[in-house]
């Protein structure tokens, strides 16, 4: 395919008038939407923003090359775009943008489509044409420019190809070093190929044989194999997701950014030949490695990282069984009660999806960090920080510990998951010098006997022993305070029922308030348990609606579904925003739902029933006074939480 059907003349800007990156993404994504490149101006340039946030896509020497691969494109595109004064684009030179080139790729896009975005990526790393184009008065200047120098590569890579065969044919000569290398980035659109262009070049000019393997869009092209692999002096990896990593057993080999493949191609050859690499060592249970060492990493971003990885996964377990047990309340208040057969079906149904929502938050954050190994004891050491009693049935609970009042909940579902991580991280490394003939046994013995023994151990021992005190002391703490102040009361328990979402904190002011319900059938403290509940997940819906700029994708569709958990009294609905960011999430939430559990004191609230949250509201002596108190605490915890909370970088 030509490179220029894709460089539409009516889709360039050569006087961009943008002087900030923000505006240069607008300005450019504005113009793919004029022209009708995309029909989804916002979720194009949301992608693109969360493009940028992985790593910058300004490359240095002038050039930044934003790309998002989405449903919202109709057709396959790149836009060219020339800012003559520059633009702060955060590139990695620290230099102005001064040519832009944003790909747009449809979801279904073909392989000609990727092929000729490839090679357009890989004809930029020639500084000549750079040069040129910064020159280039006209849309028609920039096609003929691309014109000439695909003619030019194509026909270099022919001659480069007869040069290949005639040398394979020829007897064997001594020849200078081999390098092979895997080039990859998140989206596999202009990095991936930029680096393999620029690892290639670079490696002619030094008289280097080298074999580059690509992870892009396409897929897996130009695949090393195993001769090959055994044959080099050492491996290039620069990539900034996961590739197939235990075939370099053995190998001298340099992990970078793909960045680094694209600026430093001869520093990452020269240390991959030099025999001053590290040794690779890989075990068997090794699948693959994440290699995203780009310069923004951090202690901070691989916990985020990991963190996102278990929230993923546990998404569909919240919002399944959530929505599933709230459609049991509304049966059960409106269509048949609580001993009806639709009513129990979904209760239980919603029960049971929500028993494995710690477990498999634990499990994905521990293969985040050690890969499967870690996956299995990082779901028992989540389903021993477990607990759940449905109000109409359904319990499960792990066995903690003897006499323990509460497990350790979502917070200790966390620490089981990165315990569990770090524990196989030491396992493999304790066991790497291991003999050969015992390799083996690692994958299939050692670390899940010992990976579980360590992690149960910790949980069983440690973890859930110190949020049971905290339980008891909690629990004594409420029974103190009595009911002599009832508003002061009401504020403890509905800022308790926020703290930790279903952990000791939730739990003790549930089980008080419960206590006290069924021993003088008086609902005043079920009110504000109930009202200090719904504010989570509710507050966590109006801050995704109206500050939606905040949130990732995942979570804006998350808080859609929390309207309802809201109002369904499921707490757990707002455990992901907690668990992303529990300083604003956790901190607007206590706000809010100690006003709304002070309120339904204030004005004498009584609601005979353990659960249901809006559902009974027909129940309550004051109606009007529990709807009140709620929506005031979701409100303005949802105003506190979008006010707060910073703006989305990833």
């Keep these: 395919m030509d490179i220029r059907d894709l460089l539409l003349k009516d889709v360039m800007i050569m006087d961009m008038t943008a002087t900030t990156k923000d505006e240069a993404i607008d300005e450019l994504v504005h113009k793919y939407a004029e022209q009708g490149v995309i029909n989804d101006e916002a979720l194009y340039k949301k992608d693109i923003i969360k493009r940028e946030a992985e790593s910058t896509t300004g490359i240095g020497d002038g050039i930044a090359m934003p790309h998002a691969k989405d449903k919202a494109v109709q057709r396959a595109t790149v836009l060219f775009a020339k800012s003559d004064a520059g633009v702060d684009f955060n590139a990695l030179d620290g230099q102005p943008v001064h040519l832009f080139f944003m790909i747009a790729a449809p979801e279904g896009a073909n392989n000609t489509h990727l092929q000729a975005l490839a090679a357009l990526s890989s004809l930029l790393i020639d500084p000549d044409l750079v040069a040129k184009l910064k020159q280039a008065q006209t849309p028609a200047d920039v096609q003929t420019l691309f014109g000439d120098a695909q003619a030019a590569k194509e026909a270099k890579d022919a001659k480069d190809e007869a040069a290949r065969a005639e040398k394979a044919a020829a007897p064997a000569a001594p020849t200078s070093h081999y390098v092979v290398g895997v080039t990859a980035c998140p989206t596999g659109i202009a990095h991936t190929y930029m680096a393999e262009a620029a690892l290639i070049k670079q490696a002619e000019a030094m008289g280097v044989d080298i074999k580059i393997e690509t992870n892009g869009s396409e897929g897996v092209k130009h695949l090393l194999t195993a001769d090959e692999i055994a044959k080099a002096d050492g491996v290039v990896i620069a990539a900034d997701k996961k590739v197939e990593m235990a075939r370099f057993d053995g190998k001298h080999l340099v992990n970078r950014p793909v960045t680094d493949g694209i600026k430093e191609p001869e520093k990452l050859i020269n240390e991959a030949i030099s025999g001053d690499a590290p040794i690779y060592h890989a075990d068997s249970s090794d699948v693959a490695a994440d290699t995203t060492g780009n310069a923004g990493s951090g202690v901070w971003n691989e916990i985020y990282k990991n963190l996102m990885n278990g929230i993923s996964h546990m998404l569909p377990f919240v919002v399944g069984g959530g929505i599933l047990m709230a459609l049991s309340f509304v049966i059960e208040q409106f269509a048949g009660g609580g001993k009806s057969t639709a009513f129990v079906f979904l209760n239980q149904a919603g029960n049971m999806a929500f028993a494995f929502m710690i477990p498999v938050l634990a499990a994905f954050i521990a293969e985040s960090i050690g890969d499967r190994p870690a ?4 779901f028992v050491g989540g389903f021993m920080a477990t607990v759940y009693t449905g109000a109409y049935g359904g319990a499960y609970t792990a066995s903690i510990v003897a006499n323990a009042k509460s497990p350790a909940g979502f917070l200790g579902g966390l620490v089981a998951g990165f315990l569990a991580g770090y524990i196989t991280v030491w396992m493999k490394k304790a066991t790497k010098n291991i003999p050969a003939s015992l390799d083996g046994m690692k994958p299939m013995l050692i670390f899940p006997i010992l990976g579980l023994l360590l992690t149960a151990l910790l949980m069983f021992f440690v973890v859930n022993p110190i949020f049971s005190v905290i339980n008891i002391w909690i629990t004594n703490f409420l029974e ?19 703290i930790d979402m279903g952990g000791p904190f939730n739990k003790a002011a549930y089980v008080f308030a419960t206590g006290a319900f069924t021993a003088t059938n008086d609902g005043n403290l079920m009110a504000a348990v109930m009202a200090g509940g719904m504010v989570p997940p509710l507050a966590t819906a109006i801050a995704t609606a109206f500050w939606p700029k905040k949130f990732t994708d995942d979570e804006r569709k998350a808080g859609i579904s929390n309207w309802l958990l809201g109002i369904s009294f499921i707490t757990e609905g707002a455990i992901p925003f907690a668990t992303a960011d529990p300083l604003h999430v956790i901190g ?19 609601v005979p029933a353990p659960h249901g949250g809006l559902w009974v509201a027909l129940l309550a002596t004051n109606i009007w006074g529990y709807v009140a108190a709620t929506v005031i605490g979701a409100v303005i915890a949802g105003v506190i939480l979008g006010i707060w909370k910073p703006a989305k970088k990833a």
């Design 588 to 606: 607007s939430s206590v706000v809010g739902a100690a006003i709304a559990g002070g309120l339904t004191q204030l004005w004498q609230v009584s």
């Design 375 to 378: 996956l299995m004891p990082g």
């Design 480 to 498: 103190s305070m009595g009911t002599g102040n009832a508003i002061l009361l009401g504020i403890v328990l509905g800022g308790m029922m926020s």
